[in-house]
């Protein structure tokens, strides 16, 4: 969880500075990780000061980027306030989950404020639209918060992600390795994984697998990697991002003690509930955006859908294509179409540090020593 991919364990050597005594495989509480991230940043910005450029932080949604063609530049509005940009970094997370026409509140990470938790606590039963992270996120809100009735969880496939649990590491198998043998359909890759797994832990596998999995994904042809986000990715996903082991004994405890239930199948608008958290995670499918950022710069042709349909095509160095390209930069969750691996902080912390890149290459190549490479 380092925030800098050529220093893993930074983050465990701040934690050491601070006091703290987490041992390097504990899961170490958000709050805590937040403080981290603030100290880097505030670092950076007395940094840069240092170097005469200035971080601004500007608080407020930014719901419009004109783009100037003819001069090159964009004027984003924030508020009342209207701000001249030469360049653009997307960085702005995950989108809404597309509508279903069911009456929902979404749940965010750590909850709502506490009238809505007051109400919520008051429900007889609670409804959540998905099995992922968050809704493994959610009940444990609810449960640290005191609610004792029946939660009932709807998904497809009633899956839950899976446990954490320390393994071996085991080296990437050699078709991971060499792109020449890299699986060409998804079909296929998923056959090498099940056979890999056979003579290994499976998540040894899935860890092996992790550097090479960028490089397993842009071998793919658009069609199949349309393929892999409309059968698999839902398997993929709950073997890969997994729960720790300590939160994955509260979600079985509560499984046990029947408090949570887990429905398998389609949600219809008749199965409307007094209550539905929607847990379902992030739209990728940015022609539905309801963002009026996202929306515009669609409209403008400064970002366009990547081939396989999913986010936004980007260039190597995650320049955004489209009408102002080498002009915006993207990262996270809007560029999983290209990128795949687009939601932990290893796969983040990489694609942040090649924006920088980009970014002091296009520039006088001066970036603070936090930014650049190590
Ligand atoms: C419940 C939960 C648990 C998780 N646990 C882990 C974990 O243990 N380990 C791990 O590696 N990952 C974890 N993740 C995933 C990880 O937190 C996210 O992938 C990561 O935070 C994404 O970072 P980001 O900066 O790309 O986007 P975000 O953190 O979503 O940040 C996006 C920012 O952009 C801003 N923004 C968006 N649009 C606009 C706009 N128009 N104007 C102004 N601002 C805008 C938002 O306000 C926000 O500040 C978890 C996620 C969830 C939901």
Redesign the pocket.
Known sequence: ?GAFPDEPEHFYHWLQTQKYTYRPDDFVP?RIYGDYLEQILTQTEQESVARGHTIKRVS????AAAWNARDAYFTLSVGEETIRASLLVL????QSAAEIGIQSWRWF?GGYGPETNYALLKQPEIHILGTG??TV?ACLTLSTLGYSGPIIAHSHHGWLPAAHAATESIPAPDWAQAPALHPRSAAALMLHIRRAAKNAPWRAVMDALRPHTTALWQSLPPKEQARVFAHVFAAWNIHRHRMAPQIAAKIQAMQNSGQLILRRGRIEREHVTPLMLDCTGPSYDITRSR?P?LMQLLAQDCIRPAKNGVGIATTSKLEAEGAAKGRIYA???LIVGDWFEC???PS?REQAQRVAQALAAVHDGDIPATLAAK
Request: proline share 0%; aromatic share 0%.
């Open positions: 969880m958000r407020g949604s930014v719901t960085a702005c997370g995950t990470s992270l968050t996120d963002q950022l990262l996270g969750a939601t932990a902080v983040l």
